[in-house]
T-cell receptor, first 111, second 113 residues
Framework: GESVGLHLPTLSVQEGDNSIINCAYS??????FIWYKQESGKGPQFIID?????DKRQGQRVTVLLNKTVKHLSLQIAATQPGDSAVYFC??????????FGTGTRLTIIP | KAGVTQTPRYLIKTRGQQVTLSCSPI?????VSWYQQTPGQGLQFLFE???????NKGNFPGRFSGRQFSNSRSEMNVSTLELGDSALYLC????????????FGPGTRLTVL
């Protein structure tokens, strides 16, 4: 069945360093992928998305990479700040009809 | 533009009771999806409504139901509450087409005692 999983449940990064959060997906038919950030007590916040016809997309301080060959998705955050501390979820869908979420990675920024 | 709003933010119920949660989407958005978030199961899709019709449904028992009104506001109902229904219930809205991003509300924290 469809599933999305994260390699690491926790990640600690020094402030100012770059961080990389990884995600594996199993449904080769998925054509839309999203990264969300969830802070304590809040709903998931959209960060960046990518469609299967692309392999890289950049936003402000964030880059998403998609490797369809190995069904792998990653989120790179440049120059991490304390406000980046949160749980990050990847999600995938086919036709954007239903999002299937990964288990999440907790990113902690060390001052 | 105001974001997705959910009411109430917190709710405490006892087993056997029923509960109704409300979601107001971003103005102009016609699609509303509901998710359940628990530490053990993560984020799980419940259902999606578009133009007052259920367009997609997850793998939850019939105790979980929803509806959408003509103004796109949505409600979800859980009947005969069980302890395992304790969770954060999240609502997400999007404009409606398959290329639109889903934006989440802050959630309703439901505790079943």
């Amino acid at each position: 069945g469809e599933s999305v999983g994260l390699h690491l449940p926790t990640l600690s990064v020094q402030e100012g360093d770059n961080s990389i959060i990884n995600c594996a997906y199993s449904n080769s038919a998925s054509d839309y992928f999203i990264w969300y950030k969830q802070e304590s007590g809040k709903g998931p916040q959209f960060i960046i998305d990518i469609r299967s016809n692309m392999d890289k997309r950049q936003g402000q301080r964030v880059t998403v990479l998609l490797n369809k060959t190995v069904k792998h998705l990653s989120l790179q955050i440049a120059a991490t700040q304390p406000g980046d501390s949160a749980v990050y979820f990847c999600a995938e869908s086919f036709g954007n009809e239903k999002l299937t979420f990964g288990t999440g990675t907790r990113l902690t920024i060390i001052p | 533009k105001a974001g997705v709003t959910q009411t109430p933010r917190y709710l405490i119920k006892t087993r056997g009771q029923q509960v109704t949660l409300s979601c107001s989407p971003i103005s102009g958005h016609r699609s509303v999806s509901w998710y359940q978030q628990t530490p053990g199961q993560g984020l799980q899709f419940l259902f999606e409504y578009f133009s007052e019709t259920q367009r997609n449904k997850g793998n939850f028992p019939g105790r979980f139901s929803g509806r959408q009104f003509s103004n796109s506001r949505s409600e979800m109902n859980v009947s005969t509450l069980e302890l395992g229904d304790s969770a954060l219930y999240l609502c997400a809205s999007r404009a409606g087409t398959s290329t639109d991003t889903q934006y989440f509300g802050p959630g309703t924290r439901l505790t079943v005692l």
